[in-house]
């Protein structure tokens, strides 16, 4: 079945960098396209990043884009999301999430991230 | 950016009543919209997809209907474990992909 584990969050203060990490297994990954998406507490979702089946296509939030990069190795079956420039906006649980058709099909437990001083 | 309005915010209901939640789009989405339901520490769980097609494992009791800017999620009769939020959400045009507020689904 399709798994999907997030990792990297924690607490970090405003401006630092932080770099996520999904692990995906039970289904071919460099043939599906990939999506972070975030939920602050208490909010709804919001998409943050989209990534093509073979990296090469790319696609941000205006809220991340500049401070967001998404990117996947597909030899290692996995995504990452390198965040610079936090801020206390980016306070959120963080899930990858396997695409279909660009609705969100299978997602991970999420990450949170807390940008705090 | 399409801008998606859920309505109600909450909706109070006892197990068996039917549920019927709405999401209205500020412009034509045509049939690309979808509903997810979350549960407390839980990530969303896609239910409807593309306003009418369920995916796959979800119960019959669900269905979805509409298309251009106004669509629907009934819940024919609330089961327990029914009682959760939901999403609708875009994908017509995009980035960005965009979801609606929520409904919230509570007993009553």
């Known amino acids: 079945q399709v798994q999907l584990v997030e990792s990297g969050g924690g607490v970090v203060h405003p401006g630092r960098s932080l770099r996520l990490s999904c692990a995906a297994s039970?289904?071919?990954?460099?043939?599906?396209?990939m999506h972070w998406v975030r939920q602050a507490p208490g909010k709804g979702p919001e998409w943050v990043a989209f990534i093509s089946y073979d990296g090469r296509f790319k696609k941000y939030a205006d809220s991340v884009q500049g401070r967001f990069t998404i990117s996947r190795d597909n030899s290692k079956n996995t995504v990452g999301l390198q965040m610079n420039t936090l801020e206390p906006e980016d306070t959120a649980v963080y899930f990858c999430?396997?695409?279909?058709?660009?609705?969100?099909?299978?997602w991970g437990q999420g990450t949170l991230v807390t940008v705090s001083s | 950016e399409i801008v998606l309005t859920q309505s109600p915010a909450t909706l109070s209901l006892s197990p068996g009543e039917r549920a019927t939640l709405s999401c209205r789009a500020s412009q034509s989405v045509s049939s690309y919209l979808a509903w997810y339901q979350q549960k407390p520490g839980q990530a969303p769980r896609l239910l409807i997809y593309?306003?009418?097609n369920k995916a796959p494992g979800v119960p019959d009791r669900f269905s979805g209907s509409g298309s251009g800017t106004d669509f629907t999620l009934t819940i024919s009769s609330l089961e327990p474990e029914d009682f959760a939020v939901y999403y609708c959400?875009?994908?017509?045009?995009?980035?960005?992909?965009?979801f609606g507020g929520g409904t919230k689904v509570e007993i009553k």
């Open positions: 959400q875009q994908r017509h045009k995009w980035p960005p992909l965009t």
């Open positions: 999430a396997k695409a279909y058709g660009d609705y969100f099909q299978d």
């Open positions: 039970g289904f071919p990954f460099n043939s599906y396209p």
């Open positions: 593309d306003a009418s």
